[in-house]
């Protein structure tokens, strides 16, 4: 079947800031107040650094923690484990980014085999890109595209098009295009957000606005899911400039309406919430209160796993700390570790650390860093259950990836804990 494609003007560039957004799965909290990451200028030696919170890493320490989970991540065997243990790798690697030390990143880039390594090339040719350094930009594009002869098809699409976006910020439509050409469903539309996540401060013109939305409400149309997701997250990019329109508005939000109701329930929770917290950070918190309902209604008219419960409830109290409302997330978080202990019997094991990982993350933007801490601790605890080494592994990654992203300061219980769990990580794997 054919599928409705956005005009090349815009699938150069729309999912850049939608993707790095999402990345990192549970942890997608910004730091508290205070714990910023670790700017460029303040790596090279310019400027102060931030005052840091009690209870919460500095820069240095936050390093620390994901060049451990780096390390955890490749003891994983590489026979017979490797895309786990290059998945795990990618999460470290690119979680460097997220603290602002994507050198680091692509300095780790290169220990990691197959597709991801071109993916993580691809992500701090990204940064280096919206940096304003193109030279540099255009050097870790290139080795992202290197690794393309070894992959498979789809792995191969995915590489082409995370450069296409690179190229799209960098102005440079006809190497992005060249990219982004014949590639499936999938991936149609992370070139778009690109663009229209760069031109977040310009005033779009009447026809290209226009364009762009009846290629979305096209999409919608097809009921596919590739093209039904892809369209929510290059609109999620045109948005912020159609707020002061309100024209634009109300077509926007109905398009967005229309696109979420499609969707799964955890995306529609997910989509509801980055759209309160875009409205709080723009001063809207009655627009947001309202998004934040309407996720709270999605949750609580649905049938869920006691994890997955935990793990929404939890994205829904982070947006309502930003939007201003710390005790009614407090409250939610009191209530969805209760439903955790109520039903961790019931949870596999594997599937334990997550929750508590998002209600830990929940907590750090609360700046409550003894209750944060504390829940990691319980996610380390939790995550270090099962037989094999590798789902302990990987639980240990992704929890050192979670406090170092928050900001979240470890201590000595959760030092040693973490000791442990890396001195039993032998076979069976």
């Known amino acids: 079947m054919h599928s409705p494609r956005l005009q090349p003007a815009s699938i150069l560039l729309a999912l850049a800031l ?3 957004a999402t990345a990192f799965g549970d942890d997608r909290p910004a730091a508290a107040p205070g714990v910023g990451a670790a700017p460029s200028a303040q790596a090279a030696g310019g400027g102060a650094a931030p005052a840091v919170l009690p209870g919460f890493a500095d820069p240095q320490a936050r390093r620390a923690m994901l060049e451990t989970a ?5 003891t994983i065997p590489a026979e017979g484990q490797a895309r786990d243990r290059a998945r795990m790798q990618a999460i470290a690697a690119e979680a460097f980014i997220a603290i602002g030390v994507p050198d680091r990143a692509a300095m780790l880039a290169s220990s990691i085999d197959g ?16 940096a304003g350094k193109a030279d540099e930009a255009r050097m870790l594009a290139k080795r992202a595209l290197g690794v393309v002869p070894k992959v498979l098809d789809w792995q191969r699409e995915r590489i082409n098009v995370s450069v296409a976006r690179v190229y799209a910020w960098l102005g440079d439509d006809g190497e992005a295009a060249k990219l982004e050409k014949g590639v499936g469903e999938p991936e149609m539309g992370r070139v778009a957000a690109a663009r229209a996540g760069k031109g977040a401060g310009e005033s779009f013109s009447k026809e290209y606005f226009d364009t762009q939305m009846a290629a979305l409400e096209e999409w919608i149309t097809t ?11 290059v609109a999620f990019e045109f948005y912020p400039n159609c707020l002061g329109d309100p024209e634009r508005r109300t077509r926007i939000e109905a398009l967005m309406a229309a696109a979420n109701a499609q969707l799964a329930y955890d995306l529609r929770i997910a989509n509801l919430t980055r759209t309160a917290e875009l409205l709080a950070s723009r001063g809207e918190q009655a627009a947001a209160r309202v998004a934040i309902e ?8 649905n049938t869920w796993l006691t994890e997955d419960a935990v793990y929404q409830a939890s ?5 309502k700390v930003r939007n201003g409302d710390g005790e009614a997330a407090r409250k939610d978080l009191e209530a969805a570790l209760a439903r955790y202990d109520a039903g961790r019997t019931g949870v596999v094991d594997i599937y334990r650390a997550r929750p508590l990982r998002a209600v830990a993350a929940a907590y750090a933007e609360l700046k409550d860093a003894d209750a944060a801490r504390a829940t990691y601790l319980r ?11 590798r789902p302990r592994a990987e639980a240990l990654v992704e929890t050192l990836v979670s406090m170092a992203r928050t900001g979240v300061a470890p201590d000595a219980a959760v030092d040693a804990k973490v000791a442990a769990i890396r001195a039993g990580l032998v076979a069976p794997w």
């Open 223 to 233: 009921k596919n899911f590739d093209l039904v997701r892809n369209s929510m997250e």
């Open 18 to 20: 939608a993707t790095s």
């Open 379 to 389: 996610a380390l605890e939790d995550g270090s259950t099962n037989p094999n080494a």
């Open 115 to 130: 597709w991801r390594r071109g993916e993580v090339f691809a992500a701090t040719a990204l940064e280096a890109a919206k």
């Open 70 to 74: 780096f390390e955890v991540a490749s």
């Open 294 to 301: 309407k996720a709270g209604e999605v949750l609580a008219s």
């Open 315 to 319: 994205v829904i109290a982070r947006a």
